[in-house]
């Protein structure tokens, strides 16, 4: 089936995570106290919903650097607003705006998207460290409740994932517009002759990605219960990280959010374990980069393309 | 609204005095055309001329820069390919729009996706999907990944979807390059039948027996311009040949050598490729000209690249004659750069992709040929007389600095024959020399590899032009499944011959050549 080849998806991407999980269960007993799960759970969420964000920047072909400056900056907003409900809708509002920068200068300007990104990411850095110098603020408790609660005993972070997976994955397998962002990946000047509006769709891709990085920082501020500009500096880089694990081919035309999942997961897995055992983060870095390079290098880097 | 031709029912599309530019050059001016409802008209004339473009005009891919567009008298403003389509135009681009991560089926139905209650209506997909190939007559899966398929099944495929589309007018660019002749068989009853139901058709195509066999009307373009439109019928091959030309042409093929070929310049000895159950044997002498025929798929590509370095045979040795008369084997494992450091060189089929630097300009593309053998941190030398000199000898009116991608596939094609005439190769090796080259190019490409045998070289080309090869070689060898069964002379040779070697002991493969429609 052809959806499974633009899938992305290899018995190494889903496998991964799986090895983990096992591996995990057998060597650590504190792995499965329903606390480490509840953490674990978490931990992911912030970073699955920044990488469903950049899948639909790659399926494209692009990739989008400033994830994590909206994040921190939605953050900050967070903490200097009174108001949740309006803290939030700036939030969500910085995010669309950021998106339609991009987006317009990647697809109408023609800068390259690490460029264009990379600046927006510095410019929104900065201005994150001037709305709020150094981390605290007053996180309104309903937020706080909203990313760490609970609900008929399932945890939040749950939920915020399950919304999130479900509408990425319903536009990208059952609307046109999904059919669309795979077309204009695998080749966008044929896409363009077939009718297909190529430039909004890169315009709604990084406008899409933006959106999901201030949901991601909405999020993680709750569960801190505080603003900090420094919140998402290391989510630009993981929430590719997690892409490519998850099989999506950073050229454009293949990947899925079961791999996205499956990617993110292996991530979150590798954390937790090394906490678990206690290893340092500086050697976690070091792990996470060597097993990338694994992952990639056994998947079949051109799955588009003939 | 506009009526333009008040008093008489206005044709289904008229193009007034349309004229674009891409930077210096103008690619058409002040182009007038009108096609009728019923009609299969086809728009002719050499590479460059501004066929593609004057129809990616009604496409929606360019604007003009002036002049009007109007379809059933109106005047119409075609923005985007969408907007051409939402109008009622359809369009078989030349290049291929087959997105290679989709399915049949989606790509069947890509830009106007048939939805229930807003989302993708899969099922109803593939029963459109599998209608209009039913309707077209074309075995392919809907489910089928498109990265799959052949060229010719993508180009069937292109076809499905331009007939898929409900139109008023459609546009063929070039459709039948890489289609054997059943598969063009089929489109000409798809097109007829389009034509009864009122249609009109646009067909743009270098082949002059399609345009005689199918096509009713016949427009001219020639360096932009319009040269005339005439009915098919008040025409003739040669005639229409002169008219796209512009002059009368002498001779398609250059005259054979008229000497015994000189001394082996390349020996393939147990050469085995692809499926080829058994090793073969082939010898390459200076002053020849050697085709290879055969069905499409035969092993010809393998062994011609195996030849050229790029693939590594599965048995034999190969052995270069150098210009003293000693022998080189051939290692494989240096690949294509050894194979031209020693003297042989690849134009490929797929030029765009394989043979030229289209990003590069003209005089960067046949340069890069003259630095063979040189060593890595030896000076490039630029040498604009050996341009001025090639370019006189190509007969290449375009600027040395252009583009290579700028510049039309006849064009292209003399830039990468260029190359290494120019770099002192003395073994070519050439897959398809004159696919999606206009009649006036490919007289001249024919001449220029005639004479570069005649200079001490060898050339071996591949072709499914049946006509062609019998035309312009000495040899012509026959392949079937890897080997080499049968070898008829040049002069001797005739379609039916090669057809017959090429399908013996095969009748259930019968009745599909790989032979393209005669020209000429």
New interface residues.
């Given amino acids: ?3 499974t ?2 899938s992305g998806l290899s018995r190494y991407t889903l496998g991964l995570p799986l090895l983990l999980v096992l591996g995990l269960l057998a060597s650590n007993a504190d792995f499965r106290q329903p606390q480490n799960l509840l953490n674990f759970g978490g931990q992911i969420a912030a970073l699955l919903i920044a990488a469903l964000g950049q899948l639909f920047v790659t399926l494209l072909g692009g990739i989008d650097l400033s994830v994590g400056a909206v994040m921190s900056l939605s953050s900050c907003l967070l903490a200097v607003q009174p108001d949740p409900l309006w803290g939030v809708l700036f939030a969500l509002g910085l995010g669309l705006a950021v998106g339609l920068l991009n987006g317009v200068g990647v697809a109408l300007a023609g800068v390259h998207p690490l460029v264009m990104t990379l600046s927006t990411a510095t410019f929104l850095q900065g201005l994150a460290h001037v709305v709020l110098p150094i981390p605290g603020g007053r996180i309104a408790p309903a937020l706080t409740h909203a990313a760490s609660g609970t609900w008929l005993g399932l945890p939040h972070s749950l939920l915020w994932c399950g919304a999130a997976v479900a509408g990425v994955a319903w536009l990208l397998n ?3 517009l ?3 962002f ?2 204009v ?3 966008a ?9 190529a430039r909004a769709l890169v315009v709604l891709a990084y406008m899409a990605c933006s959106l999901l990085a201030a949901v991601a920082g909405i999020y993680l501020t709750g569960r801190v219960a505080a603003g900090d500009p420094a919140l998402g500096s290391a989510f630009a880089l993981e929430s590719v990280a997690a892409v490519a694990l998850g099989g999506v081919q950073l050229t454009g ?2 990947g899925s959010v079961t791999g996205v999942v499956a990617g993110a997961l292996s991530l979150g897995l590798l954390t937790n374990g090394l906490n678990l055992f206690g290893v340092s983060p500086f050697m976690r870095a070091v792990l996470t980069g060597c097993l990338l390079l694994a992952a990639v290098s056994v998947q079949r880097r051109r ?4 | 609204m506009d009526h333009p031709q008040a008093g008489q029912a206005a044709p289904r599309v008229l193009l007034r005095q349309v004229s674009k530019r891409f930077g210096s050059t103008a690619a058409l001016q002040q182009v007038s055309l009108a096609g009728a409802a019923g009609s299969i008209h086809a728009v002719t004339g050499e590479n460059g001329a501004g066929k593609s473009t004057l129809m990616k005009l009604l496409a929606g891919v360019h604007a003009p820069d002036e002049g009007e567009i109007f379809i059933d008298g109106v005047a119409v403003r075609l923005a985007s390919p969408a907007a051409a389509r939402r109008l009622g135009v359809s369009t078989v681009f030349q290049e291929l729009t087959v997105l290679p991560n989709l399915s049949v089926a989606e790509n069947l139905c890509l830009g106007r996706e048939p939805l229930s209650a807003r989302m993708l209506d899969r099922g109803a997909m593939r029963r459109q999907a599998e209608a209009v190939l039913a309707r077209a007559g074309i075995s392919l899966a809907p489910h089928r990944a498109c990265r799959e398929l052949s060229i010719g099944e993508q180009q069937m495929l292109e076809i499905a979807k331009g007939l898929a589309a409900e139109a008023r007018i459609f546009i063929f660019d070039e459709p039948t390059a890489p289609l054997n002749r059943a598969e063009v068989d089929r489109l000409e009853r798809l097109l007829l039948a389009l034509k009864a139901q009122g249609k009109l058709i646009f067909y743009i195509s270098h082949r002059l027996e399609e345009i005689f066999r199918f096509c009713d009307t016949v427009s001219v373009l020639k360096d932009g311009q319009h040269v005339c439109t005439q009915a098919s019928a008040a025409l003739n091959p040669d005639r229409l040949v002169s008219l796209m030309v512009g002059r009368e042409l002498q001779q398609l093929f250059p005259p054979r050598a008229a000497e015994r070929p000189g001394a082996a310049l390349l020996h393939a000895r147990g050469l085995q490729v692809g499926e080829a159950r058994a090793g073969q044997d082939l010898t390459l002498r200076a002053g020849e000209i050697v085709g290879m025929a055969g069905l499409e798929g035969q092993g010809q590509r393998e062994l011609l690249r195996a030849l050229a370095g790029l693939a590594r045979p599965r048995a034999g040795s190969i052995e270069l004659i150098d210009e003293l008369g000693r022998a080189h084997a051939v290692q494989h494992r240096h690949g294509a750069a050894q194979a031209v450091r020693q003297g042989v060189a690849l134009m490929p089929e797929d030029r765009k992709a394989e043979g030229l630097y289209l990003d590069l300009p003209i005089q960067d593309n046949i340069w890069l040929g003259r630095l063979r053998g040189t060593r890595l941190w030896q000076r490039a030398r630029r040498d604009p007389a050996l341009i001025t000199r090639l370019a006189e000898r190509m007969q290449m009116r375009s600027a040395p600095a252009l583009a290579v991608g700028a510049l039309s596939g006849g064009n292209q094609q003399k830039v990468m024959l260029g190359r290494w005439l120019a770099s002192g190769v003395r073994v070519l090796l050439v897959e398809q020399p004159t696919r999606g080259v206009d009649v006036g190019a490919k007289a001249e490409i024919y001449g220029l590899l005639r004479q570069f045998v005649a200079e001490g070289g060898t050339v071996l080309a591949v072709s499914g032009d049946l006509p062609e090869l019998i035309g312009l070689c000495d040899r012509i060898l026959v392949l079937r499944q890897g080997a080499i069964v049968g070898t008829m002379a040049g002069a001797a040779a005739s379609e039916e011959g090669l057809l017959a070697l090429a399908l013996q002991e095969r009748p259930a493969q019968a009745g599909i050549p790989s032979s393209q429609v005669q020209e000429a």
């Fill in positions: 089936m052809s959806t080849i633009r059952r609307s046109r999904g059919l669309h795979y077309a990946g695998g080749q000047r044929s896409a363009y002759l077939n009718g297909v509006n035309g293949a799955i588009v393309g003939m």
